[in-house]
């Protein structure tokens, strides 16, 4: 661990932080699992209110920093294609 103060507590603040973004990330990556389950199971409805969830969840990571704007918008657009491409 760091000598300077200030670096002990830059050391626990980007661990903190990395929990954090963790469990964001976390959660989106289980919010696409449901939307895509969903296309796989082949019922529209619950896959557009699915992906509703989903679209939240990605645009609030983002929101917080956890995403860039460019890699949340590839998400939404990739689930968002698998969804309207269902019959």
């Known amino acids: ?6 670096a002990k ?8 932080n990395e929990e954090k973004n ?3 990330r976390s959660s989106v990556k289980t919010s696409i699992k449901k939307v895509l389950a969903a296309v796989e199971s082949g019922d529209k409805a619950d896959a557009q209110a699915k992906l509703q969830d989903a679209t939240k ?3 609030m990571a983002c929101q917080k920093g956890v995403y860039h704007k460019n890699n949340a918008s590839r998400k939404v657009s990739r689930i968002s294609s698998a969804v ?4």
């Open 1 to 6: 661990m760091a000598n300077i103060k200030s």
């Open 57 to 59: 969840t990605i645009d």
């Open 9 to 16: 507590k830059r050391v626990l603040v980007a661990a903190r």
């Open 22 to 24: 963790k469990s964001v």
């Open 84 to 87: 309207s491409s269902m019959k």
